[in-house]
């Protein structure tokens, strides 16, 4: 997968992280940027899920149908 498509993609996964996890900001993210890792963070702090559970959920969204 070439940049173009990968940021594209990510584009997407932002604004369904947006809708179904609302109390994540701009910054949170601008932060995350794509990276499975960094999500499970932001996850952790905001609500409280275990790096499982919120790298799951990661996963769910990069390899859904956006």
């Known amino acids: 997968m070439n940049k173009d498509i990968a940021d594209g993609k990510w584009q997407q996964m932002k604004g369904k992280i947006?809708?179904?996890?609302?109390d994540l900001t701009d910054d949170d993210l601008d932060r995350i940027n794509g990276q499975r890792e960094e999500f499970a963070g932001v996850m952790k702090e905001r609500y409280g899920k275990s790096k499982e559970e919120a790298e799951q959920e990661f996963d769910k969204l990069r390899n859904s149908d956006i």
């Open 18 to 22: 947006q809708q179904k996890w609302g």
